[in-house]
C-alpha cells in the first residue's frame, strides 16, 4: 500500500481512539498525530518511504539488518514497542492508537501481493487470499473511504444535527 493509505487508515485508527477515550482537545491532537506517526512507522526498513526518507541511517541500518516487511512489519515488532510503552508508564490512550496504527500498516500490506513476515523470525509470508496492487485502484479507493470515514466520525454529529433540522423544515 502506498503512503497515503498508511496515513488514511492511521488516522481512522486515530479518529476511533478519540471517539473511544473522550480526552480533551490537547489529547486528542496527540492522539491523532501518533496514530498518524505510527501508521507509517512500519515502513522505517524501506529507504524511499516517507519515513525511511526523514531517517536514512536508521533506515539504512535496519533494512541491512532485517530486510524489507520483516522485523518491522511483525508481532515481535508490535508487542516490543508495547511492552517499552508500558516499561515508561504510557497512558492507553496513547498506547492504543499507536499500536493500532502499526497493526493497520501491517494488516494493509497483507494485502499485496508480497505479504509480511508477520511471525518474524520465522521467515513466513503472510498475506490475505486476495491481494490488490500497491498504487492501484483498490488502494487509492481504501484511502479514500479511510479518509471519508474519518471525516464523518468527527463531524457526524453536525451531520445528524443538520439531518434532522431538514427533516423537521422539510416533512
Keep these: 500500500m502506498t503512503g497515503k493509505t498508511h496515513l488514511a487508515c492511521g488516522?481512522?485508527?486515530g479518529a476511533l481512539s478519540i471517539q473511544y477515550f473522550k480526552e480533551d482537545i490537547f489529547v486528542s491532537t496527540t492522539i491523532m498525530t501518533l496514530a498518524a506517526l505510527s501508521s507509517l512507522l512500519p515502513?522505517?526498513?524501506?529507504?524511499?518511504?516517507k519515513v525511511g526518507r526523514?531517517?536514512?541511517?536508521l533506515s539504512f541500518v535496519i533494512r541491512t539488518v532485517f530486510?524489507?516487511?520483516t522485523f518491522t512489519h511483525s508481532l515481535l515488532f508490535m508487542g516490543i514497542i508495547y511492552v517499552l510503552l508500558n516499561f515508561i508508564h504510557t497512558p492507553n490512550y496513547y498506547v492504543f492508537p499507536i499500536i493500532g496504527g502499526i497493526c493497520s500498516?501491517?494488516?494493509l500490506d497483507m494485502l499485496t501481493k508480497r505479504g509480511v513476515k508477520l511471525l518474524y523470525p520465522i521467515p513466513i509470508s503472510v498475506k490475505f487470499p486476495?491481494?490488490?496492487k500497491t498504487g492501484g485502484t483498490v488502494d487509492l479507493s481504501l484511502a479514500s473511504t479511510f479518509s471519508a470515514v474519518t471525516l464523518y466520525i468527527f463531524f457526524k454529529d453536525y451531520i445528524h444535527q443538520y439531518l434532522n433540522i431538514q427533516h423537521?423544515?422539510?416533512s
Design 168 to 170: 423537521i423544515f422539510f
Design 130 to 132: 486476495f491481494q490488490f
Design 105 to 107: 500498516h501491517i494488516i
Design 54 to 57: 526523514k531517517f536514512k541511517l
Design 43 to 49: 515502513d522505517i526498513c524501506h529507504a524511499s518511504s
Design 67 to 69: 530486510g524489507h516487511r
Design 11 to 13: 488516522m481512522f485508527v
